[in-house]
């Protein structure tokens, strides 16, 4: 039941130069809880949008989700591509007031690898010099390739050559941390009045288990074109009751996932335009526990991958414009050297099928697994998808139960190993390396420990590259190796589903599916009083 509620209308149409209109509150759907509100913590995208609504990195995104200059006003390369340099804005301020320096990158990306503050997206910066041994400890932070040679030029030093790196760098990667802040607080430094952040918002309040409310950054170097007074985020793990409060005009915006696709239809003739479905860079697979007997068998896991009928998901189970997935990436990203066709997509089903029959009855599926697999997905956000393919292992022989839990909890037992199988996914790099990046026997993100020498080196290798056709190319053939193998299995191409008011301007779709508060506005919208005070 909702609280006794008053209606405020909120008209914002004031010129795009002049500051926020009084009042102008947006509310935004969050799905789950953010695990932290540090940059380089968190994984799951509700958080990201949080973050860069916060903090704002090197470079930027624009409403459309291109890269623009952040706080870096320019950056230049070496000609080897392993030296960049980038120029600061003058005058750049934190949340508070006090001055943003070069040394703030310095100190948060030694903060990121220093062995006892490593944070869990490190291995996205690999890339910097010496970032590996400093992580193991062997050598002392001080020799990451980051520097600050005055207080307004940031120099990073790569290990090889990174043509997208001003993409990377406009993410939770290229954000600042404000030192004195984070050394007086320790771990309490994200606390609502103890968070200091260089984006457009800054935190005012958290409460437990429920909103999140940021207020504009006055200090913010393009906070005279900030037409939004503050951003309410709605946690909450139940995509459908976010729906609901959409419904209920108490959300302006309700991102991804959006809501089920099985609505999709539906809530197109009831809200119209306010349904917004946009393809999307991004995919998602079956992530294999390799430390978990029989899924170490590649003919096991060969088999799982065979037996998904992915034309029947997408045309069944998800009508709403996704697309098969064969690959651990998406189709039409700029450097996509295209691997060739896989071994999903030869033949009818039903030969498939047969293959997968004789690989399971060889591998001796049966024997070594006297009781069902157990599908982790995420609550809200897969669950379709998911029944249908333990439908369909079920009836090859694979008994399978799906189980469900908070994104938090999924996000834990991942990261500790628990689980079989479970429904993961990537969609926030704008390369082929960096999705192939995530396979690394190092990295953070590869919570099913798939490990593959060969695999390594050749992407190593093909990082090392700096001829960009031989790069492509060489890309191309490691992410054979990486499919051949069968680390995931491939489900869809994904689509950004999205519920956005009317009233609600400066929202562009976009294949990156980011939308920072920054360019939004309101035009009269009507909002329930309520649902601010709901824990």
Known sequence: MLRACRIAVVACIAAAAQPACAGSV??????????????????????????????EGLTSYGADGKIIPGAAQSWKVSADGRNWTFRLRPGLRWSDGSPQLASDWV??????????????????????????????????????GVSAPDTVTVRLELENPLPWLPRLVAGQEGTPLPQKVVEKFGAQWT??????????????????????????????????????????????????????????????VNAWPGFAPRQQEALKKELGSAVRVTPLFGVRFLRFNFKRAPFDDIRIRRALALLVDRELLVRKVLPGGERPG???????LADDGAPGRSELQLGTMAERGARARALLAEAGFRTRRPGPVRLRVPSGNGEEMCLAVAAMWSAAGV????????????????????FDIALTGSAENASVEGYLERFLSDSTYNTGQYRNPVFEQALLKAQALSSTAERRAAVAQTEAILNADYAVVPLIQEVARNLVSSGVAGWADNSDDIHLSRYLSLQQIAHSSGLADTP
């Open 326 to 332: 064969y690959r651990v990436v998406p189709e039409g």
């Open 399 to 418: 008994p399978t139960v799906v189980e469900k839990s908070e994104i938090k909890s999924l996000i834990a037992d991942l990261r500790r190993g628990d």
């Open 191 to 252: 606390r609502p009045g103890n968070l200091v952040s260089n984006g457009a918002f800054r935190l005012t309040e958290r409460r437990a288990g429920g909103t999140i409310r940021l207020s504009r950054n006055p200090f913010f170097h393009d906070a005279a074109r900030v037409r939004i007074e503050a951003v309410i985020y709605v946690p909450s793990d139940d995509t459908g009751s976010l729906v609901n409060r959409f419904r209920a005009s108490e959300l302006d």
């Open 26 to 55: 947006l509310y935004r759907g969050a799905y789950g809880q953010p695990e932290s509100l540090e940059p380089n913590q968190s994984g799951v995208k509700s958080e990201q949008t949080i973050m860069l609504d916060l903090f």
């Open 107 to 144: 100190y948060a990306l030694r903060r990121m690898f220093t062995p006892a503050t490593a944070l869990p997206r490190a291995s996205r910066m690999f890339i910097l010099r010496r970032s590996r041994e400093i992580l193991a400890g062997r050598v002392p932070p001080g020799a990451l």
